[in-house]
């Protein structure tokens, strides 16, 4: 992608979490009556209707390109380019109020997580990433605040132990006995507070695609150390269903760590 195609990628994927933003905040703070899918999570109407208008627009600009939606949406041509999408992570958050809710959009090529973007509607808050460029709020963003070196001085964020396999769960509590301290619920925004530093460590398992692959490019322009559980390089599976597990952080040290305590 050279830069006038990553402009014109960018304006087109800002332009889809305008909308987006519009939609679902039409039904935050209201009162929602999710439906209940297979796997026993909530999905509401909103969140169907903000993927169904995001992805016919992505059909419209780019027919021949693959597309991977939560909910209903998704459409396999053979590309190489596949589109990832997720107007609420966090339905959760998003039904009881708690605005920690995001949009996820990305675009993968030959499974490799190319550029990504998370809005957070009711915060005012989107990032956007590809190569080097972090930007947040269309800003360059620049880290300044002073990192931790080691383990025990980690704060590490997670979004539910019930995500966790019994395995998965007793290498977390492993873990995070040796942190500083751990914190429940955030979804994708823990990821944003490893870019803002709030965050020293994220540590997940059983996350579907549209929930982290988006957010690889924008952590990767700031230097974050991404990879799962077995230090492998987060990329799109042919297997939709595949889940995956997280280990992110800026630290080198603090990431080493933990692996070593995963495994």
Known sequence: MNDAEFIEISE??????????KLTLEGFYSNLHPEIKIDGSPVTQFDINAEKIICN???????????????????????????IVDPIDGTRSYI???????????????GKPLIGLVD?????????????????N?????FKRKLVNEISEATVGSTDPNFFSI????????????????????????????????????V??????YDILPLV???????????????????????????????VSRHNNIYHSAITLLK
């Open 12 to 21: 087109f994927i800002y332009t889809l979490a305008d909308i987006s933003k």
């Open 138 to 142: 269309k800003s360059k963003f620049i």
């Open 120 to 136: 957070f509607p009711a915060l005012n808050e989107r990032w956007l990433g590809y190569k080097s460029n972090c930007y947040y």
């Open 167 to 202: 395995e998965g769960k007793r290498k977390f509590e492993n873990l995070i006995e040796k942190t500083k301290s751990n914190i429940w619920s955030g979804d994708c925004h823990n990821y944003c507070l490893i870019i803002t530093g709030g965050l020293d460590l994220v």
């Open 96 to 110: 009881i109020g708690r605005p920690l809710w995001g949009t996820l959009i990305g675009l993968a090529y030959k």
């Open 217 to 247: 490019p924008i952590l990767e322009s700031q230097d974050i150390i991404v990879t799962d559980w077995n230090s492998d390089k987060l990329i799109l599976k042919e297997d939709t269903q595949y889940k995956y597990s997280t280990v």
């Open 57 to 83: 627009l992505i059909s419209t600009k780019f027919p021949s390109h693959n597309i991977l939606a939560e909910e209903v949406s998704s459409k396999q041509l053979g590309s190489d380019y596949t589109w």
């Open 204 to 209: 997940e398992e059983g996350l579907s695609a």
